[in-house]
């Protein structure tokens, strides 16, 4: 946050909170590590909001469940604002002292009434103004958030609106209060923070400050490496289209099930002229590869680092050995660079880490050996005395403010991308379930007694409207393409709200469906927003509950 | 919350049973109808899960209503009060009285246990001791519906004799508070109140009253350590599990002089400093139920009492005598016993400070308030008797003197405190009925069972039921009486099946799984559930070599 690139708080600090908002995360599901640390806070007398276009998981914990229509988070989170001023609940001194652009923010939230907000997201008024209280008068607070802020065309809209209530309220910067995004796997930070963001080297440093980038080249022997940021997923999909890319190396992904509007993805990377696929599984993405590099497992197989959401950089050990011919990501880099006529020589883990400490200050004095000892450090970390950073910004509560102040971003509504029409009445989210992981590439190879396989969950009204069973195959359709998936009936899904998640693209392929509308600073696809129709087959024979698929890992359990 | 279904649908029967006693349900997230508002704002979290503790009474209510608690019936009952189901079933299996089997409309639940043993009870689903000892043998008849009714075996004459504790009993209308009144009724709690709180305490303390419940912990410290508890709420539980093996005094107080317990919980609140009152009634005592929950409503009517109290139903478990057991059972949870320390009179019940007291430690209470404090003690004696009953002798009576009131001859040998108490032979029946008394040949008076047995009992069969009374009722959570109780009940039938076996190898691997059980486990269950098997060997002839 602020230019940080992280979380501020830590997962303790969750334990000794008062209030915590989990916004467009269900985080009982998809972060159960981080949800065991927001439990231990609810037993400690924190009250948990979920706002959640779904009744979650998490959402039955919570002491209030704010339902908001899909892409309405910053209506909501506005007139959130708009009661806290309202009701003399803004910390006026911090507003003064540490950020900027209030005047502007507070013009902007004042349109924002209760009655409009109820109207954009649906959820009672009432509930708004209590939610918006219990946040405003309490001590501390935090509010977490995943990728039902992120995967909209407004992502980084969506997001600054939660910063503004984290200012507004004085609630970053201090023990037990921040702003966090939850990350969704192990090294999602460490990714970043490593340089695997178009804009930035390691260290989250800005690649287009010219000192910044002097100082790598020197440190890398006088390298001429792009002055200019690079492209993002998203923009090199568009690249390709345009013919502007032609050769792609992927190392971890799967974009020919996990992009947006599949259909499109698949024929792109089909196209190329030259395909590289570094992974530790055969993908999909690696069948239509020209040249595909087995990799050893990140976990267990290799030795390094890794950086969860408190910004926590750990240890991994290697324990067993690679299956033959999988080798190390840090081998096969270097070897191609020695192919390439470069020779980086065979570095350890270590040394490859040390050579990043001396470039990233927030690193700096994180040595493999206090790494061990601390079990893990939270950057920044200067130097090899800095005991690691607990919570981010405490800076902003010096008098006066040392560094560059917070600023406020007035940010408006904007619906999603994708219009409810009647010809596509039903609104799609997508979303992840506890026992998969993203396209299931690493989760669908063992079975689970919970997974069912994809299915299209709808409310039982929306079933019985529509004259379907539960469990009966429907076609569903957007204005990007149809699947045949079967319904799935499910209370806690409200009339004109559908689920789907993306665990089994052989099964049925959801991407099909989905938006690639992209939000222009984060690159991220609307993936929470799409709309709908469902339409009955009339000629479906009859099919009992959902019947195992290829793919359905689950197929022994149903 | 993890709500996962199972797929059962409650019958309305069902939800009705569980609606009586939480109301309808407000939202599509507490189980009801969808309303508009339920698509779009869901309240629910603290406020539905401080309900937990009515899992126990919703239970009760759906079964007295259908018989049983079926799937469909506990995922309501889950989705009411927000538990997880596999959490919920885990409470029902745990207490003996709540069936997970369709039954019919009626059930009649025979006692097999030691006393109805002895009057010749089989059953092939017999059940432990119904504390209906003085009738032998007993039943419990419980017919299921809308108008629940359970019927215990009916008194033939009154089996109680008492110049103290019992004076009323048998004398006032247990059913009219103006009975108890014209009695000297809610006259203690009157001086009580004169006195205040910290006056209490001390006659309590210097009456020198030991809790009558089977530890025999002096209740004026209690009380003392209670009071000072800075944490609040402070809660009062009575104590009415009565579930040892032979022991029926506090369901004879409760049924015959219920507004004296209303009263002596009244003057525990006060001078502790307690907020609200359980009573904790162990479920084969429904008239003792009935007539406590009707005290207190009159009680309550006319202003005579200043806390809440409420009637909890238990659900058939021995181990919920053990006070944090029943703490875990009035909050929702399997009565599995807790760690102490912390001890209740700082974290108890809900975590709060927590006075427990017995139902007859509290009786005691009166008297010594009214300055007229007997120091006597109540006896429940059955068996092989020609009047079995409580009796109320001054504390340090001699055994034989109590058997002589009873009417026992030729007796072989008594078991005095229950399943958990010790079994003593004709040269022991001088010893005096006090604490100390019997502390003295290693005995205990517990909860006040004396058990008589004849020269015709067939001890061994005794002390087999014993062993499997306690493997039966042993919750299961620590180790050492888990498997200890299961091996001492094999071993012992062991012994006795094999003609020409001395059993000295067996006596010494029982008196080690003795030792293990009561160095390690976490409750006096454990630690006391070889003490009768083990005085058994050694007093009595069971064995071969003997």
């Known amino acids: ?558 | 919350m993890d709500i996962r279904t199972t797929g059962g649908a409650a019958t309305d029967a069902e939800m009705a049973a569980v609606d009586g006693l939480l109301g309808k349900p407000e939202s599509l997230w507490e189980g009801g109808e969808r309303r508009p508002a339920d698509d779009h704002v869901g309240y629910g979290g603290r406020a539905v899960r401080s309900q937990r503790h009515m899992l126990l009474p919703v239970l009760h209510s759906i079964q007295d209503r259908v018989g049983w608690v079926s799937r469909g019936a506990l995922e309501y009952a889950c989705r009411r009060l927000s538990i997880p189901p596999a959490e919920a079933y885990g409470v029902v299996s745990f207490y003996a009285r709540f069936g997970r089997e369709p039954r019919g409309e009626k059930a009649v639940h025979v006692c097999d246990d030691i006393v109805c043993m002895l009057a010749g009870a089989k059953a092939e689903h017999g059940v432990p001791c119904l504390g209906l000892c003085d009738r032998a043998p007993a039943t419990l008849t419980e017919r299921y519906g809308e108008a629940y009714t359970a019927e215990q075996t009916a008194h033939e004459s009154p089996q109680f004799a008492g110049a103290k504790l019992l004076r009323r009993a048998g004398v006032v209308d247990p059913e009219s508070l103006d009975s108890y009144r014209s009695h000297g009724g809610f006259e203690p709690l009157r001086r009580a109140r004169q006195m205040g709180p910290a006056t209490v305490i001390q006659k309590v303390t210097e009456a020198g009253l030991l809790g009558r419940g089977g530890a025999a912990f002096p209740t004026g410290r209690k009380w003392e350590s209670v009071a000072k508890e800075p944490a609040r709420p402070h809660y009062l539980v009575c104590n009415a599990d009565e579930s040892e093996t032979g022991t029926f005094k506090d369901r004879v107080l409760m049924e015959n002089d219920p507004f004296a317990l209303v009263e002596g919980m009244a003057i525990a609140a006060l001078a502790t400093g307690c907020e609200k009152g359980y009573v904790y009634i162990r479920d084969e005592y429904p008239l003792a139920r009935r007539r406590v929950g009707n005290a207190i409503a009159q009680a309550r009517e006319a202003g005579l009492l200043e806390i809440d109290v409420e009637v909890r139903r238990g659900a058939g478990a021995y181990i919920c005598g053990e006070e944090t057991a029943l703490f875990n059972s009035i909050e929702g949870k399997r009565g599995e016993p807790r760690n102490k320390p912390p001890f209740p009179v700082q974290v108890g019940l809900f975590g709060k400070p927590t006075l427990v007291n017995n139902v007859e430690t509290l009786f005691n209470v009166l008297d010594i308030v009214n300055g007229d404090f007997g120091n006597t003690r109540l006896f429940c004696v059955s068996g092989h008797v020609d009047a079995a009953g409580v009796y109320e002798v001054p504390m340090g009576t001699p055994l034989r003197t109590l058997l002589r009131q009873a009417g026992a001859r030729d007796v072989q040998a008594v078991l005095l405190g229950g399943a958990a108490g010790s079994f003593l032979t004709p040269d022991q029946f001088d010893v005096p009925l006090s604490f100390e008394g019997v502390r003295a040949i290693g005995a205990t008076l517990g909860s006040g069972a004396v058990i008589v047995f004849d020269e015709t009992a067939d001890m061994k069969q005794v002390m087999l039921r014993i062993a499997r009374f306690f493997r039966d009722e042993s919750c299961g959570q620590c180790v050492p009486c888990r498997v200890g109780t299961k091996r001492q009940e094999e071993i012992l039938e062991r012994m006795f099946q094999k003609p020409n076996n001395d059993g000295q190898a067996d006596v010494a691997l029982l008196s080690d799984i003795a030792q293990a059980m009561r160095d390690a486990s976490i409750c006096g269950l454990g630690q006391t559930a070889a003490n009768a098997i083990a005085s058994g060997l050694t007093q009595l002839k069971v064995l071969n070599s003997g």
């Open chain 1, 1 to 558: 946050m602020f230019g940080a690139g992280g979380g501020t708080s830590s997962y303790e600090e969750a334990e000794h909170t008062d209030v915590i908002f989990l916004w467009g995360s269900n985080a009982r599901e998809t972060h159960p590590i981080f949800f065991h640390h927001v439990l231990r806070g609810v037993r400690n007398g924190a009250k948990l909001f979920a706002v959640d276009p779904r009744r979650t998981g998490s959402a039955e914990w919570a002491d209030v469940w704010l339902g908001i229509d899909v892409g309405s988070d910053i209506a909501l989170a506005n007139a959130m604002a708009r009661v806290i001023i309202n009701e003399g609940l803004a910390d006026t001194k911090f507003i003064d002292s540490a950020t900027t652009g209030f005047d502007e923010f507070a013009t902007c939230v004042e349109e924002y009434t209760l009655e409009r907000a109820e109207k954009e997201t649906g959820v009672p008024a009432s509930a708004i103004r209590e939610v918006a209280l219990a946040y405003g008068q309490a001590r501390t607070g935090m509010i977490c958030w995943t990728l039902g802020i992120t995967e909209h065309h407004n992502a980084t809209d969506n997001v600054l609106a939660l910063i503004n209530l984290g200012l507004l309220t004085g609630k970053v910067g201090r023990y037990g209060c921040g702003l966090n995004p939850l990350r969704g796997q192990n090294n999602v930070q460490g990714g970043g923070d490593m340089g695997a963001i178009p804009a930035r080297l390691p260290g989250f440093q800005d690649l287009e400050i010219p000192d910044l980038h002097d100082k790598f080249s020197r440190a890398w022997g006088g390298a001429a490496f792009p002055r200019k940021k690079g492209w993002h997923l998203s923009e090199m999909f568009e690249a390709m289209e345009r013919g502007d890319l032609r050769s792609l190396y992927i190392v971890g992904e799967n974009p020919a099930r996990s992009e947006a509007d599949q259909g499109r993805a698949v024929r792109l990377l089909t196209g190329l002229d030259h395909l590289v696929v570094q992974d530790i599984f055969l993908t999909h993405t690696a069948e239509l590869a020209h040249v595909v590099l087995p990799a050893a497992a990140g976990w267990a197989e290799s030795e390094g680092t890794v950086t969860n959401s408190e910004r926590r950089v750990q240890r991994v050990r290697r324990a067993l050995d690679p299956p033959p011919g999988a080798r190390d990501d840090v081998e096969i880099i270097c070897e191609m660079a020695g192919r390439l006529g470069a020779d980086w020589g065979q570095p350890s883990a270590e040394q490859v880490w040390d050579e990043c400490r001396s470039l990233s200050p927030m690193h700096a004095g994180m040595a493999y050996h206090r790494l061990d000892e601390l079990g893990g450090i939270q950057w920044p970390c200067p130097d090899e005395t800095h005991p690691g950073t607990q919570f981010l910004h405490a800076r902003l509560w010096q008098d006066p403010v040392e560094g560059p102040l917070a600023p406020f971003f007035a940010v408006e509504h904007d619906p999603p991308v994708d219009r409810l029409t009647d010809e596509f009445p039903i609104r799609l989210t997508t979303g992840r379930r506890l026992d998969s992981f993203n396209t299931g590439v690493q989760t669908n190879e063992y079975t689970s007694p919970l997974r069912k396989g994809e299915a299209l969950v709808i409310s039982p009204e929306d079933g019985a409207r529509l004259g379907v069973e539960d469990g009966e195959c429907v076609s569903a359709s957007s204005r990007r393409g149809s699947v045949e998936v079967n319904v799935r009936f499910d209370h806690t899904m409200r009339p004109g709200l559908a689920f789907m998640t993306l665990h089994f693209p052989d099964q049925v392929a959801t991407n099909v469906l989905t938006i690639d509308a992209t939000d222009p600073k984060s690159g991220t696809a609307e993936f929470k927003a799409s709309a709908i129709r469902i339409d009955k087959i009339d000629s479906s024979p009859p099919v009992g509950k959902y019947p195992a698929k290829p793919g359905d890992g689950a197929a022994a359990s149903t």
